[in-house]
């Protein structure tokens, strides 16, 4: 039994980015409350918060911060009760939350590929020696330097409209995107070709929304639990954890996977040189409830393969 359902008079109040990509994943998570609850529209009133990372787009984020730069602001006004819940990517999220925070409700994961998109190719191996590849992901990055060494990568901040807008006005011949936000906004008409995960393992959590609440909150807990997709949070317990005994920074480029099979997680993960010089990769199962037990002695078999010299760049 919830303790208190929101009115129009004392609506819920949803945080959240103001990019079309990020409004689209709050009012995704409105809808399934409304349909969970039958509550009415009014019953929430959708918040838009300007973090340091949307208004600094002409630098690397890891010269600005690294992660938290998109959610700082957000959990700010979550902990001093101007909003109820957050939601975010949980690609952006750090693996600890700031005190009296609790993260623990994810929507059914979209795609996990990454998507190659281009106007003028149709995928990575169409790209000539010399071409100009644009992206703002280390991990991408990395991944592309591994595999074409021969193409020239640029830094490509911004939101998926201004990053698409880029590749329109020739300061790249080509750049990646996630198929989840393509496939969120209908952007049917972009001339895009989802990778494979064999080819390029996405990014920890890639696809997955997260919702973010007070840990004081009760009534909205329960109202959470409703909306939870079991399974997603099976899969990111894994990747978070191997995320998290790694680095869990922006500084190092990370990639990790699990997938559900039957009763047991397969969980792979790879971390690179961000030059794309050398990649370490590995894979395990396990069953589902020691997926984050997992996730960590995946990433400590892999650092001890790596030794002391392979994270020198980051001194």
């Known amino acids: ?16 980015r103001g990019s079309l990509l990020a409004l689209a994943q709050a009012h995704e998570t409105r809808d399934r409350l409304m349909q969970a609850f039958e509550l009415p529209i009014g019953a929430f009133e959708i918040v838009v918060i300007k973090t340091t990372g949307d208004r600094i787009v002409d630098r690397p984020l890891k010269e600005i911060g690294g992660k938290g730069l998109f959610t700082r602001e957000i959990e700010d006004d979550l902990l001093t009760g101007k909003i109820d819940i957050a939601v975010h990517s949980m690609k952006d999220m750090p693996t600890l939350q700031p005190e009296g925070l609790v993260l623990e409700t994810y929507l059914p994961r979209e795609d996990v590929r990454d998507a190659f998109v281009s106007p003028r190719a149709n995928s990575l191996a169409d790209l000539a020696a010399g071409t100009v590849v644009g992206t703002s992901s280390l991990r991408r990055k990395a991944q592309l330097k591994l595999r074409r060494p021969d193409l020239e990568v640029v830094e490509f901040r911004g939101n998926l409209q201004t990053r698409l807008q880029k590749l329109e006005d020739g300061v790249a011949e080509a750049t990646f995107l996630a198929m989840a936000g393509l496939n969120r906004l209908k952007m049917d008409h972009v001339p895009k070709s989802p990778i494979e995960v064999e080819t390029m393992l996405p990014a920890v959590a890639q696809g997955a929304i997260g919702i973010e609440r007070r840990g004081s909150d009760i009534s909205t807990a329960q109202m959470l ?8 949070g099976h899969r990111l317990a894994a990747e978070r954890s ?22 047991d997680i397969l969980l792979r993960g790879e971390v690179l040189r961000p030059d794309g010089s050398e990649a370490i990769d590995d894979s ?11 996730g ?15 994270f020198d760049w980051r001194q």
């Open 296 to 310: 960590r002695e995946m990433a400590e078999k892999m650092l001890a393969r790596a030794g002391d010299g392979f």
């Open 225 to 232: 639990e409703a909306i939870h997709d079991v399974s997603t």
């Open 284 to 294: 395990l199962r396990c069953t589902i409830e020691d997926g984050a037990k997992a």
């Open 242 to 263: 191997f995320l998290a005994a790694l680095d869990g920074s922006c500084e190092t480029p990370i990639a990790a996977l699990a997938v559900l099979e039957g009763g």
């Open 1 to 16: 039994m919830i303790q208190k359902l929101p009115t129009p008079q004392k609506p819920l109040r949803i945080g959240t």
